[in-house]
């Protein structure tokens, strides 16, 4: 590929369109300057699939892989560079050479709506599979965009919260995986987060984005704005944030010219700006292949076998007293729960697409049965919203805010659920629209139905010529669509069995909402009972064994939202009680985004935490069920009993979820289990907790420099033996324990750690490495990490509470690693 002459470029460049490359030209991509042959490249959200530029709903179809926290139990970097790689080619099918992924925030809240995006509470998992993702979609020519950068961990008012974190917290937990996909993977861009950091957007935070990033770090690419997270023009230009988006542009622009001519900005600050524009679009190779080609729905197969493979090597086994691998021979199976069959395949927000397909527990298990060995009952539902009413809506769209006059444009959409991120229809002012969007509805049973309806403004729904639903006057923004759409509002109506009704919403926009997005959803549903309930317990007490799909969905995992809490939603938990009181084979699936609480684990004879693992959900999921795969995971966030016993959700509103503005990071570095061994609370399930279907031997850990001055690497081997009848992984991680000192330090932390597949009696070494920083902790006082001279136990172990072995190695002196930005002063 011929290297451009940047310098060149920027040269033959008026200030005018320097600037202009430094916001997006629409929703998805950046401006073009034709004359001098500058081409624009296209954005397109991730992280588990490449949607394209369509919404959220609907659009091209697209491959769904396993979620974020699906792939931090895998421990697997290996899997997880593949599957950047799948990425990067789905991606390009989309037109996309920038896909905006992955999320790399902590898990510090049990009930942040977005963990299922993330990797892991441990700052060395995410950041090791962090770089990995990273790794992978740039081997594949599409760039990736680490995100949110930083402190982005809660939803809760989270455009405008400030995450008031210290310099040591910042360095030791919330910093690490960034560091590593800018100085291990080379990221080529870096988002930056809707929230404030110590007070200052981070948009506008210079320590953060130059001091830090670009400077301290070494980053050569760009900072984009998180979509519509840039509020200035000269403090985020100034600042580091080089691309503001989405466009048209809101702050740069004229306005940037005009800063410059001012003495505000500095025009050569505006020259790096774009010179770091330009630089990615040669990496992307937009040069080269100047036309964004149309969208395409690839059903690659490759892809379809990488999804189902990730997804089972996903699957935590939680508990297993024999029952699991099943054996299905002859045997009656109730598939029983909310998620039997409903295909839970991805958390809500920006991460979500539409698939090419999506199949259920039910549907992955009927796959493996004979006609009638398998029968099913929902029992209870779990959903927050009423299930989405089928469509197709047709949608007639009038220039006029009251519904009058002409239809100025007519659309026809395949679901229940409409979103436009910009205008409605060409030529379309949002502040002179309205609309009337029709479906037909067919009842397939003589009931009251509940209907609820969600919008971005003002709405009515009616059905049947009735009004059900009434929010024209009333409307206010609520929990739906990033906080931007009203809280659903419900009507019931009684509905005949197979007369079909037309269902209408009459909509209009409410201007000045926040991220510009116009949308309304419908839904219907007949209520289920005490009876459905009933039934189902009937069906596992007549059946074999019964299994119980429970979780939640994208409804509630999702981005805009933080959890209530981690109780299963609805009656889940008492569906569970009464099917393992009738049943004494009972299993319970889990498919979840994050923790729950489970008070009837003792009354169960297996659980599984299945995750968001994407279109293949239900096969991935057959597949351990029955042993045709292993199950690979291991918990990269700690479950914990109750929510009390958290880190963050502790009563006090500074901490978690924020007062006055402020949300206050006090526990400091004790997150996850650094926080569960720091106060001696015994979790459900552990750090890094996951049993297999066959058995390891463990070796005694050796380490090859016992006595280690700090320079270069320390190796840890550790030997692992399969020692059952089946194959199976094993991870073997490895935790450093500091010696007595003055610091207030964690018992111990992880530090490394390898992921081993064996046949059955095969052996192998883990091989880990440790650097000096591996045993140091963050002076703020001198702006340095401090490895302490001393003696470290460094612990071989198959969870944070499952040690296997250990070594100590004495660190002959101290060592010292100055750093340059500091956030707190």
Same mark, same amino acid.
């Given at each position: 590929m011929?290297?451009?002459d940047i310098?060149?470029?920027?040269d033959?460049?008026?200030?005018?369109?320097?600037a202009?490359?430094?916001?997006?030209?629409?929703?998805?991509?950046?401006?073009?300057i034709?004359?001098?042959?500058?081409?624009s490249?296209?954005?397109?959200?991730?992280?588990?699939?490449?949607?394209?530029g369509?919404?959220?709903?609907?659009?091209?179809k697209?491959?769904?892989?396993?979620?974020g926290?699906?792939?931090?139990?895998?421990?697997?970097p290996?899997?997880?560079e593949?599957?950047g790689?799948?990425?990067?080619?789905e991606?390009?099918?989309?037109?996309?050479?920038?896909?905006?992924?992955?999320?790399?925030?902590?898990?510090?809240?049990?009930?942040n709506?977005?963990?299922f +995006?993330?990797?892991?509470?441990?700052?060395?998992?995410?950041?090791t599979?962090?770089?990995?993702?990273?790794?992978?979609?740039?081997?594949?020519?599409?760039g990736a965009?680490?995100?949110?950068?930083?402190?982005n961990?809660?939803?809760?008012?989270r455009t405008?919260?400030?995450s008031d974190?210290?310099?040591?917290?910042?360095?030791?937990?919330?910093?690490?995986?960034?560091?590593?996909?800018?100085?291990?993977a080379?990221?080529?861009?870096?988002?930056?987060?809707?929230?404030?950091?110590?007070?200052?957007?981070?948009? =506008?935070?210079?320590?953060?984005?130059?001091?830090l990033?670009?400077?301290?770090?070494?980053?050569?690419?760009i900072?984009?704005s998180?979509?519509?997270?840039s509020?200035?023009?000269?403090?985020?230009?100034?600042?580091?944030?080089?691309?503001?988006?989405?466009?048209?542009?809101?702050?740069?622009?004229?306005?940037l010219? &005009?800063a410059?001519?001012?003495?505000?900005v500095?025009?050569?600050?505006?020259?790096?700006?774009?010179?770091?524009?330009?630089?990615?679009i040669?990496?992307v190779?937009g040069?080269e292949?100047?036309?964004?080609p149309?969208?395409?729905?690839?059903?690659?197969p490759a892809?379809?076998?990488?999804?189902?493979r990730?997804?089972? +090597?996903?699957?935590?086994?939680l508990?297993? $007293?024999?029952?699991?691998?099943l054996?299905?021979?002859?045997?009656?199976?109730?598939?029983?729960?909310p998620n039997?069959?409903?295909a839970q395949?991805?958390?809500?927000?920006s991460?979500?697409?539409?698939?090419?397909y999506?199949?259920?527990?039910?549907?992955?298990?009927r796959?493996?049965?004979?006609?009638?060995?398998?029968r099913? !009952?929902?029992?209870?539902?779990?959903?927050?919203?009423m299930?989405?009413?089928?469509?197709?809506?047709?949608v007639?769209?009038?220039?006029?805010?009251?519904?009058?006059?002409?239809?100025?444009a007519?659309?026809?959409?395949?679901?229940?659920e409409?979103?436009?991120?910009n205008?409605?229809?060409?030529g379309?002012?949002?502040?002179?629209?309205?609309?009337r969007?029709t479906?037909?509805?067919?009842p397939?049973?003589?009931?009251?139905?509940?209907?609820?309806?969600?919008s971005?403004?003002?709405?009515?729904?009616?059905?049947?010529?009735?009004?059900?639903? $009434?929010?024209?006057e009333t409307w206010?923004?609520g929990? %739906?669509y990033?906080?931007?759409?009203?809280?659903?509002?419900?009507?019931?109506?009684?509905l005949?069995?197979?007369r079909?009704?037309?269902?209408?919403?009459?909509?209009?926009?409410?201007?000045?909402?926040a991220?510009?997005l116009k949308?309304?959803?419908?839904?219907?549903?007949?209520?289920?009972?005490?009876r459905?309930?009933?039934?189902?317990v009937?069906?596992?007490?007549?059946?074999?064994?019964?299994?119980?799909?429970?979780?939640?969905s994208?409804?509630?995992d999702t981005e805009? %939202?933080?959890?209530?809490?981690?109780?299963?939603?609805?009656?889940? $938990?008492?569906?569970?009680?009464a099917?393992?009181?009738?049943?004494?084979n009972?299993?319970v699936?889990?498919?979840?985004g994050?923790?729950? !609480?489970?008070?009837?684990?003792?009354?169960?004879?297996?659980?599984?935490?299945a995750?968001y693992?994407?279109?293949?959900?239900?096969?991935a999921?057959?597949?351990?069920?029955?042993?045709? !795969? =292993?199950?690979g995971?291991r918990?990269?966030?700690?479950?914990?009993?109750?929510?009390?016993?958290?880190?963050v959700e502790?009563? $006090?509103?500074?901490?978690?979820p924020?007062?006055?503005?402020?949300?206050?990071y006090?526990?400091?570095?004790?997150?996850?289990y650094?926080?569960?061994?720091?106060?001696?609370?015994e979790p459900?399930?552990?750090?890094g907790h996951?049993?297999?279907?066959?058995?390891?031997?463990?070796?005694?850990?050796?380490?090859d420099?016992?006595?280690?001055?700090g320079?270069?690497?320390?190796?840890?081997?550790?030997?692992?033996t399969?020692s059952?009848?089946?194959?199976?992984?094993?991870?073997?991680?490895?935790?450093?324990a500091?010696?007595a000192?003055?610091v207030?330090r964690?018992?111990? +932390?992880?530090?490394?750690?390898?992921?081993?597949?064996? &046949?059955p009696?095969?052996?192998?070494e883990?091989?880990?490495?440790?650097?000096?920083?591996?045993?140091?902790?963050?002076?703020?006082a001198?702006?340095?990490?401090?490895a302490?001279?001393?003696?470290?136990?460094l612990?071989?172990?198959?969870?944070?509470?499952?040690?296997r072995g250990s070594?100590?190695?004495?660190?002959?002196?101290?060592?010292?690693?100055?750093?340059r930005?500091?956030?707190?002063?």
């Amino acid at each position: 590929m011929a290297k451009r002459d940047i310098e060149a470029l920027l040269d033959a460049m008026t200030l005018e369109e320097q600037a202009s490359l430094l916001a997006g030209a629409d929703f998805w991509t950046t401006v073009p300057i034709p004359r001098l042959g500058i081409p624009s490249i296209k954005v397109s959200d991730g992280p588990n699939g490449a949607r394209g530029g369509g919404s959220l709903v609907g659009g091209v179809k697209a491959a769904s892989f396993p979620v974020g926290i699906a792939l931090g139990a895998s421990w697997n970097p290996a899997l997880v560079e593949e599957i950047g790689g799948a990425l990067a080619e789905e991606a390009r099918s989309k037109g996309a050479s920038v896909l905006l992924a992955p999320t790399v925030n902590i898990q510090r809240s049990a009930v942040n709506g977005r963990n299922f +995006e993330c990797y892991s509470e441990d700052p060395h998992v995410t950041a090791t599979l962090a770089a990995a993702y990273v790794t992978g979609l740039q081997k594949g020519g599409v760039g990736a965009t680490v995100k949110h950068f930083v402190g982005n961990e809660s939803e809760i008012q989270r455009t405008t919260m400030s995450s008031d974190i210290d310099d040591r917290a910042l360095r030791e937990i919330y910093l690490p995986p960034f560091e590593a996909a800018v100085k291990t993977a080379g990221t080529f861009a870096v988002m930056s987060s809707y929230n404030r950091l110590n007070g200052t957007f981070t948009s =506008e935070h210079k320590a953060l984005l130059t001091d830090l990033l670009k400077e301290e770090w070494g980053f050569s690419g760009i900072v984009m704005s998180d979509w519509f997270g840039s509020h200035s023009t000269a403090p985020t230009i100034e600042a580091g944030l080089d691309l503001e988006m989405p466009g048209p542009t809101r702050d740069r622009g004229d306005k940037l010219v &005009a800063a410059v001519r001012a003495g505000e900005v500095e025009a050569e600050t505006v020259r790096d700006a774009a010179r770091r524009l330009l630089t990615l679009i040669e990496r992307v190779g937009g040069f080269e292949a100047p036309d964004i080609p149309a969208e395409e729905a690839i059903d690659k197969p490759a892809h379809r076998a990488l999804i189902r493979r990730a997804g089972a +090597e996903a699957i935590v086994l939680l508990k297993n $007293d024999g029952i699991l691998p099943l054996d299905l021979a002859g045997k009656t199976i109730a598939a029983i729960g909310p998620n039997a069959e409903a295909a839970q395949i991805m958390g809500g927000g920006s991460a979500q697409l539409n698939p090419h397909y999506a199949v259920s527990p039910a549907d992955g298990l009927r796959a493996l049965t004979s006609e009638n060995q398998l029968r099913s !009952a929902a029992g209870v539902t779990a959903n927050r919203l009423m299930p989405l009413i089928p469509g197709p809506f047709e949608v007639d769209v009038y220039g006029r805010p009251d519904l009058s006059g002409p239809v100025v444009a007519h659309q026809s959409h395949p679901l229940g659920e409409v979103m436009w991120f910009n205008a409605v229809a060409p030529g379309v002012a949002d502040a002179d629209f309205s609309l009337r969007a029709t479906t037909r509805f067919t009842p397939s049973e003589t009931a009251e139905h509940v209907f609820g309806l969600v919008s971005i403004g003002p709405s009515r729904l009616v059905v049947d010529g009735r009004t059900v639903v $009434d929010i024209s006057e009333t409307w206010a923004p609520g929990d %739906n669509y990033f906080e931007c759409g009203n809280r659903e509002a419900r009507g019931t109506i009684a509905l005949e069995a197979g007369r079909p009704v037309d269902v209408v919403v009459e909509y209009r926009f409410v201007q000045a909402i926040a991220l510009n997005l116009k949308a309304i959803r419908v839904g219907v549903a007949v209520p289920l009972g005490d009876r459905a309930f009933a039934e189902a317990v009937e069906l596992a007490r007549a059946s074999d064994v019964a299994i119980v799909h429970a979780g939640r969905s994208g409804e509630w995992d999702t981005e805009g %939202n933080d959890l209530p809490g981690i109780e299963l939603p609805g009656r889940q $938990d008492e569906l569970i009680a009464a099917v393992a009181a009738a049943n004494p084979n009972t299993v319970v699936v889990l498919q979840t985004g994050g923790p729950v !609480a489970m008070p009837w684990l003792d009354k169960v004879r297996a659980v599984i935490e299945a995750w968001y693992p994407g279109q293949e959900a239900g096969n991935a999921i057959a597949d351990v069920l029955t042993g045709t !795969a =292993e199950p690979g995971g291991r918990l990269a966030q700690t479950f914990p009993r109750r929510i009390e016993d958290t880190p963050v959700e502790t009563g $006090d509103p500074l901490t978690y979820p924020g007062r006055d503005g402020h949300v206050a990071y006090r526990e400091g570095v004790f997150v996850g289990y650094r926080h569960y061994e720091k106060a001696g609370i015994e979790p459900l399930f552990p750090f890094g907790h996951g049993l297999s279907y066959t058995t390891f031997d463990w070796g005694v850990p050796t380490v090859d420099r016992p006595a280690f001055d700090g320079d270069g690497l320390v190796t840890v081997r550790v030997r692992v033996t399969n020692s059952g009848l089946r194959p199976g992984s094993e991870v073997v991680q490895l935790y450093v324990a500091p010696p007595a000192s003055g610091v207030d330090r964690p018992v111990q +932390e992880l530090r490394a750690f390898a992921k081993l597949h064996l &046949a059955p009696g095969e052996s192998a070494e883990a091989t880990m490495t440790l650097a000096a920083r591996a045993f140091s902790y963050f002076d703020a006082a001198r702006n340095a990490f401090v490895a302490e001279k001393g003696r470290y136990r460094l612990i071989a172990a198959a969870s944070s509470a499952m040690p296997r072995g250990s070594v100590d190695i004495d660190l002959t002196r101290e060592v010292v690693e100055a750093v340059r930005a500091r956030f707190v002063r």
